[in-house]
């Protein structure tokens, strides 16, 4: 390949790249639910070797652990549900408190700001295009359900046949890389799950306190709410706004603006919670990744599998980088997605204390 010229060699790249992500995109229906369960198994495997370490036959493990998710996220998606028919019920309200709002905000948006009706029909025609943009990854998660029944097979499988994949891929290497292999699965057997159990912590303690902080400013339905800002906080960066984003435009439309506007408040009370407090404590640095290339990841993400690439690029992306930290021609890029290297440009309280001389020496 050397032999090339340059511009031929990274042309050659650059095209492999894209056929690589039109498979992504063409095999969407398959890769989606096997990428589900990779994490899921990831998830399960710390209490399978356990389990198995006071020897529990794998089978029987690996039923008691899918048997007992399926149980425990059937019981999140039926409460929801319910949650979700009380809201229902009160339709006809809502769509009455939403009518009244929208007039009193076409009246307050001219007297104040001069904007006609025709720009408010503009801008309401732009909300229900983003609206249907966000539709739409709604409905490819909603597409994939068709292949739901496979996850917990695949999850079975894969925490079955966890040695045999290691065995093989150890069969592929040369001998001289088969410790390199074995540093790259042991810290990813190690950082993944803690990562992915670190998330689903604070998303339960972030639906707690979006519920009572919803409660306490009066907003109605709030466990449904505040589940919902909690969920799309799973998404880092981009979900807590994306979840708190929904609930404003929800009170603003069926309850008052002066509400929305607590909510908003709220929103920066959690995420100074979330970002200083839980986060730091519970996830901790596990995956260290830029957050340049968080955002560009989710946002590649998105657009190659819609929200299900929202969730599940990061902890991949943790994957990638152990990968590249480990072999010696691609660590440049781990390092670059990494988020070592600015340190010293870093605001934290010693930074600060050292600025100003505050050691106490």
Not at 6 to 18: C, D, G, K, N, W
Not at 57 to 68: D, M, S
């Amino acid at each position: 390949m050397n032999e090339y010229p340059p511009l031929v060699r990274y042309s050659i790249r650059l095209i492999f790249t894209f056929l690589v992500i039109a498979a992504f995109i063409i095999t969407k229906s398959l890769l989606v639910p096997l990428f589900w369960s990779i994490l899921f198994a990831y998830l399960l495997y710390p209490l399978a070797d356990r389990m198995e370490s006071h020897n529990i036959p794998r089978i029987l493990t690996n039923l008691i652990l899918i048997v007992g998710s399926i149980i425990v996220i059937g019981g999140v998606i039926y409460g929801l549900s319910l949650l979700v028919i009380s809201v229902t019920q009160d339709f006809s309200t809502l769509q009455e408190n939403f009518d009244r709002n929208i007039t009193r905000l076409r009246w307050a948006l001219g007297r104040t700001f001069g904007v006609t009706a025709e720009q408010l029909d503009n801008l309401t025609d732009q909300a229900m295009s983003a609206l249907q943009l966000m539709s739409g990854l709604f409905t490819a998660t909603a597409n994939s359900i068709l292949a739901i029944g496979l996850i917990p097979v695949y999850t079975f499988l894969l925490l079955f046949y966890r040695n045999k994949f290691k065995n093989f891929l150890l069969m592929l290497v040369r001998p001289e890389q088969k410790e390199t292999l074995g540093k790259i699965t042991e810290q990813a057997s190690q950082v993944v799950p803690k990562y992915l159990k670190g998330l689903f912590i604070v998303g339960f303690i972030l639906v707690g306190l979006n519920t009572l902080g919803f409660y306490i400013i009066g907003v109605k339905y709030a466990l449904l709410l505040g589940f919902i800002a909690a969920f799309f906080n799973l998404i880092p960066y981009l979900g807590t706004v994306i979840g708190y984003g929904i609930v404003f435009l929800f009170v603003l439309a069926t309850q008052s603006p002066g509400l929305a506007l607590g909510v908003v408040g709220q929103f920066f009370v959690v995420q100074f919670i979330e970002n200083n407090i839980l986060t730091p404590n519970i996830t901790g640095s596990y995956v260290e990744i830029n957050p340049l290339v968080i955002i560009l990841s989710l946002i590649t993400g998105g657009m190659i599998w819609g929200l299900p690439g929202l969730f599940m690029i990061i902890p991949y992306l943790a994957m990638l980088k152990i990968f590249c930290e480990n072999i010696s021609s691609l660590k440049p890029i781990g390092f670059l997605l990494s988020s070592r290297g600015t340190e010293r440009y870093n605001i934290s309280i010693k930074a600060v204390k050292r600025k100003f001389g505050w050691n106490g020496e």
